[in-house]
């Protein structure tokens, strides 16, 4: 079983950043694909971005060029960059962890969750 947390949500005005933290602990494989999902009350979870195994990035259009993904392996942490932000970005943020890279726009798919992180931008 996988455990994942996250933190550094919080609120910021439009053109700001925030740097989003998921801790993993329990059997977390650096084989795992990992990414981060975000979804607002009354829609769908939505994909935002994925990493790898072995560090190959993706990320959804509305957020290409301005969020980065990261991972360290080592330390067993998931990193979220998001720079100029924006208010359709305000959403509750989720870590996710897949051992098959089922890290996509099928979230049902996912193994592993965190409880999520709130993000809020205004304007």
């Known amino acids: 079983q996988v455990q994942l947390v996250e933190s550094g949500g919080g609120s910021v005005q439009a053109g700001g950043s925030l740097r989003l933290s998921c801790e993993a602990s329990?059997?977390?494989?650096?084989?795992?694909?990992m990414g981060w999902y975000r979804q607002v009350p009354g829609r769908e979870r939505e994909w935002v971005t994925a990493?790898?195994?072995?560090?190959?990035?993706h990320y959804a259009d509305s957020v290409k060029g301005r969020f980065t993904i990261s991972r360290d392996n080592a330390k067993n942490t998931l990193q979220l960059q998001m720079n100029d932000l924006k208010p359709e970005d305000t959403a509750k943020y989720y870590c996710?962890?897949?051992?098959?890279?089922?890290?996509?726009?099928?979230?049902?798919?996912?193994?592993?969750w965190g409880q999520g992180t709130r993000v809020t931008v205004s304007s």
């Open positions: 996710a962890a897949d051992p098959f890279g089922r890290v996509s726009e099928r979230y049902e798919l996912v193994a592993y």
């Open positions: 990493i790898s195994s072995s560090g190959i990035t």
């Open positions: 329990g059997s977390l494989s650096s084989r795992h694909a």
